[in-house]
C-alpha cells in the first residue's frame, strides 16, 4: 500500500458574488478531485487549533501528524533547514519578506503595503537582493540567506525579544506605521526595515523591473521568528519511509526535520506558474525508489488567494487537478498497486479576505481498494459537510489515513 497526501494550499474559499454564489474550488473544472470526492470519504477536519495562527506552518505539521500544540515554533526556523542552515541554541530565524511599499510618502511609517510577495520576484532577482542587503546590513551577529522567491530568511545570534510582528500578507493596503512594533526590543528589526527601504528601492534590480512594469521589492519586513526545531522522525513515527515534494522552504523544512526525503523539482516556483507536471513525475520517482509515503504540497492557489484573484485561483486549482492528480491516479491504475490518497487544502485563503482564516477546510479520504459511492458528485467546500465527517484536530487525518480498516 502506498499512501499520498494532496495539499491545495489555500484552496477552499467563501461563495464569490462574481461566479453567482459559487466558490473558486466549487467552480473549477476538476474531474480527478471530483471522481475521488464521488468514490471515497468525505469530511471537514480543523487543521490550526484554537488558539493559534492559521499559517502554514502549524496546518501542514498538523496534517503531517504533528500537534502543533507541541511541535510549532514559528515557521522561519523550519524554512532555514530547508536552506541548509545549521542553527545553533543561541540563534533565532526570522521570515524576511521582500515587499513592495508605497513610494510617494516621505516618512516610512506612512507607507502602505501594496504587495507582501513583491509581485512573486523571481528567487533570481530576489537573490541580488539579499546580497545587497547582507552587504550592509550583515555582521558577526546577523546572517541574511536567499530563500524562495519573496521568502528569505534572517539568522540572528542573541537576537532581541521580537513578539509583537505584523504578518505582510495580513496587512496589504494599509499604513503600516499602524502596524509597527510597540515594544522597546523590537525597535531592531523596524529600523532595519526601514535602512532597507533606503537600499533597495533604488537598486538596479528595482529599477529594472519598474521600468518592465513589474512592483518593486522595495523594503525587508521581518516576522515569525522561531529557534532550532525538533520534529520526531516521521518513519519511526509511522514505520513509512516518506518523502516531501514541494517549491516552498516551509514544507521542505518540515520534512527535512522529520527525516523525510525532499527532492528538489525544477521549476518549482511556488506560483500559479510553478511546474505541476514536474512536482507529480517527482511524486512517482519517489514511489518507484522506495518511498511508501508522499506528500505532495502546491502553493499556488494560497498566493493567488493573497491577491485576490479567484479567477487565478480556479487556474490553480484546475492545473493541480489536471497535472498531478488525473496522472497519479492514472499511474496507480497501470501500475495496479493499492494506494490511499488524501485531499485537502491546509488552511483557506479567501479571496475577498486575501489572508489565512481558521475555518475547518475539506478533505477527502481516497482508497483504491475500497470504492464506493459517496453520493458525492463535486469535491468543494460543502462536500466537506455533505460528508457528515467532521475531525477536531488535523493530527487525526494522519490516524483515519493510516487505519487499517477504513
Request: glycine fraction near 8%; include cysteine.
Amino acid at each position: 500500500m502506498k499512501y499520498i497526501i494532496l495539499v491545495g494550499d489555500g484552496m477552499a474559499d467563501l461563495p464569490l458574488s462574481e461566479l453567482e454564489g459559487k466558490t473558486p474550488l466549487s467552480a473549477a473544472v476538476k474531474p480527478a478531485m471530483d471522481y475521488i470526492a464521488s468514490k471515497g470519504i468525505n469530511g471537514r477536519v480543523s487543521t490550526v487549533p484554537e488558539g493559534m495562527v492559521p499559517e502554514s506552518d502549524t496546518a501542514n505539521l498538523a496534517i503531517m501528524g504533528y500537534d502543533p500544540k507541541v511541535y510549532s515554533k514559528g515557521r522561519s526556523p523550519l524554512e532555514a533547514a530547508s536552506i541548509g542552515i545549521k542553527m545553533q541554541a543561541d540563534e533565532t530565524a526570522i521570515r524576511a519578506n521582500v515587499v513592495c511599499l508605497s513610494e510617494e510618502e516621505t516618512c516610512y511609517e506612512d507607507r502602505r503595503m501594496i504587495d507582501h510577495s513583491a509581485g512573486e520576484i523571481t528567487t533570481e532577482e530576489a537573490d541580488e537582493l539579499i546580497k545587497a542587503v547582507q552587504a550592509a546590513f550583515g555582521n558577526e551577529y546577523r546572517t541574511f540567506y536567499t530563500g524562495v522567491s519573496y521568502r528569505h530568511c534572517l539568522i540572528w545570534k542573541d537576537c532581541p525579544d521580537f513578539t509583537d510582528f505584523s504578518r505582510p500578507h495580513d496587512i496589504i493596503g494599509r499604513r503600516i506605521g499602524d502596524h509597527a512594533p510597540v515594544n522597546l526590543s523590537s525597535q531592531a528589526f523596524w529600523e532595519l526595515q526601514k535602512a532597507s527601504f533606503d537600499l533597495l528601492n533604488h537598486h538596479p534590480v528595482n529599477l529594472a523591473r519598474a521600468a518592465a512594469g513589474k512592483r518593486k521589492a522595495n523594503s525587508l519586513w521581518f516576522w515569525s521568528p522561531g529557534k532550532k526545531p525538533a520534529l520526531p522522525s516521521f518513519e519511526e513515527k509511522t514505520g513509512l519511509k516518506a518523502s516531501v515534494v514541494c517549491a516552498v522552504d516551509l514544507i521542505r523544512g518540515i520534512g527535512l526535520c522529520a527525516g523525510m526525503n525532499a527532492p528538489i523539482t525544477e521549476g518549482a516556483t511556488g506560483g500559479l506558474d510553478t511546474n505541476y507536471a514536474g512536482k507529480q513525475s517527482t511524486a512517482i520517482r519517489e514511489l518507484e525508489t522506495g518511498a511508501e509515503f508522499v506528500y505532495i504540497h502546491v502553493e499556488a492557489p494560497d498566493e493567488c488567494g493573497h491577491q485576490g484573484n479567484y479567477s487565478e485561483k480556479i487556474k490553480a486549482i484546475q492545473c493541480i487537478d489536471r497535472e498531478i492528480l488525473a496522472p497519479l491516479l492514472a499511474y496507480f491504475k497501470q501500475t495496479g498497486e493499492p494506494f490511499r490518497l488524501l485531499l485537502l487544502p491546509d488552511h483557506p485563503t479567501p479571496v475577498y479576505v486575501r489572508t489565512h482564516t481558521r475555518d475547518a477546510v475539506p478533505f477527502v479520504l481516497y482508497d483504491s481498494q475500497k470504492e464506493k459511492d459517496s453520493g458525492i458528485r463535486t469535491y468543494c467546500e460543502q462536500s466537506g459537510f455533505d460528508g457528515g465527517l467532521y475531525l477536531e484536530k488535523g493530527e487525526d487525518l494522519l490516524t483515519l489515513l493510516l487505519e487499517k480498516d477504513l
